[in-house]
């Protein structure tokens, strides 16, 4: 019996933290750490919207630490990371850490407006801008409409 009460508890653990290395917040952000090689020391990474943004985040991290042969949760998007850092301090790991999973934050929060407003994909130069500091000219109507407005 009690095995079956482990495989559960790991079960709705494995549900509750889709990748590794991040975790959700109460309030429904995500965020991520890491642990340093050889320090009982950890290094946070940020808080993101997505659980996707805070996973890239944590593979940059893991990717800087442990290289190559590290376990990552996107392998096929490491290529992101790009090259090396010279300086393999917690602060630059952060660093660079959290400009990855701030884009992959703001492009999947771009994706979800996007989703939900069409006409937000449209290019700036194709879009009519609005001055919002002239005044609105009142709409003329056809001469023939029989009113006399002289009065």
């Known amino acids: 019996m009690e095995g079956s009460g482990a495989a559960r508890v790991s079960s709705r653990r494995r549900s509750d933290k889709p990748y590794k290395g991040i975790r959700m917040r109460k309030w429904g952000k995500w965020v991520a750490e890491i642990r340093e090689p050889n320090k009982r020391s950890r290094i946070w990474l940020g808080s993101y919207s997505t659980a996707v943004a805070a996973a890239r985040a944590y593979d940059t991290a893991v990717y800087y630490l442990r290289g190559p042969t590290a376990k990552l949760n996107f392998p096929d998007q490491i290529t992101a990371v790009g090259g090396?850092?010279?300086?393999?301090?917690?602060?630059?790991?952060?660093?660079?850490?959290?400009?990855?999973?701030?884009?992959?934050?703001?492009?999947?929060?771009?994706?979800?407006?996007?989703?939900?407003?069409?006409?937000?994909?449209?290019?700036?130069?194709?879009?009519?801008?609005?001055?919002?500091?002239?005044?609105?000219?009142?709409?003329?109507?056809?001469?023939d409409s029989g009113l006399d407005y002289s009065s």
Not at 87 to 114: C, M, T, Y
Not at 130 to 142: M, R, V
Request: a negative charge.
């Open 84 to 143: 090396g850092l010279k300086d393999l301090s917690a602060a630059s790991i952060r660093k660079k850490a959290a400009e990855v999973g701030a884009r992959v934050d703001a492009l999947q929060s771009n994706a979800f407006a996007a989703a939900a407003n069409p006409q937000s994909l449209k290019p700036s130069w194709f879009q009519e801008e609005i001055d919002l500091n002239k005044q609105p000219e009142p709409e003329t109507e056809p001469e």
